[in-house]
């Protein structure tokens, strides 16, 4: 079997799931033993949402939703067993070079914006670092479970339901990037312990929104969640 390239390897179900395996035990392991009696304080968001609709169903909801994360990406592997890459240590090396880089790469438009949005009264300075290790923990579940929900979710819906219509391929993955970065930005301020509506933090996480999608279909799942956690940690607060 030939082997393929680096860059189509990293988009691969089964490397994708190999490298999320870790920010998934380290969240789950480190929710339940920091967490203490009230684990779920640690929980982030979109992993709280995700658990509640599973529980709606009767399912379980401590167990089944990181469960279900990996049947669906063992699943997904089978399906695409005969072009698995092979060598998974290269590929962990360079996915976590990646990760590194585009979440500086991020941090480092925030604050290139800086100048103009402080003229709008908002502070994207770099702040400070998390004072817990409940908090990392915190900030790698926003990496795993904001782009399961807002990426690998919506991506899905929306690509068949534009496939339904007869959208053309790029157009709809324009127009599924600009949504889900919307959806994204718009969650942070739903809920009991959504933040105030501000228009420019809105329009900010829109903007660090689309960044992770155009990393989710460029780079691949795994690549985006690294990305998504590290500069969670990078930044120290809970900007996107």
Same mark, same amino acid.
């Given at each position: 079997?030939?082997?393929? @390239?680096? /860059? ?6 089964? !490397? ?10 380290? &969240? ?97 300075? /770099?702040? !400070?670092?998390?004072? @817990? ?27 068949? /339901? ?30 009991? &312990? ?5 228009? &420019? ?40």
């Amino acid at each position: 079997m030939r082997r393929p @390239s680096y /860059l189509f390897a990293t988009r691969h179900p089964w !490397p994708c799931l190999l490298f999320l395996a870790p920010f998934l035990l380290l &969240y789950e392991a480190g929710v339940l033993i920091l967490g203490g009696p009230k684990p779920e304080l640690l929980r982030n968001g979109a992993d709280t949402w995700l658990r509640w609709g599973l529980e709606s169903f009767g399912l379980p909801q401590l167990y089944c939703a990181p469960v279900l994360i990996v049947i669906v990406f063992l699943i997904w592997s089978l399906l695409r067993f005969g072009d698995r890459p092979q060598g998974f240590l290269w590929l962990a090396v360079g996915m976590t070079i990646e990760s590194v880089l585009f979440a500086v790469g991020l941090w480092m438009l925030s604050r290139e914006l800086g100048p103009l949005l402080e003229q709008f009264g908002i502070h994207l300075s /770099l702040g !400070p670092p998390p004072k @817990s290790a409940g908090r990392v923990i915190t900030f790698v579940g926003a990496g795993i479970y904001e782009e399961v929900l807002f990426r690998l979710l919506l991506f899905f819906a929306l690509g068949i /339901l534009f496939r339904l219509v007869g959208m053309p391929g790029l157009i709809s993955t324009l127009l599924i990037s600009m949504a889900s970065s919307l959806v994204f930005a718009a969650a942070h301020h739903l809920g009991p &312990y959504g933040e105030p509506f501000d228009g &420019y933090v809105f329009v900010f996480r829109a903007l660090a929104g689309l960044y992770f999608a155009l990393l989710y279909q460029l780079r691949g799942f795994g690549v985006v969640v690294g990305t998504h956690a590290c500069y969670d940690v990078l930044v120290g607060m809970p900007i996107v």
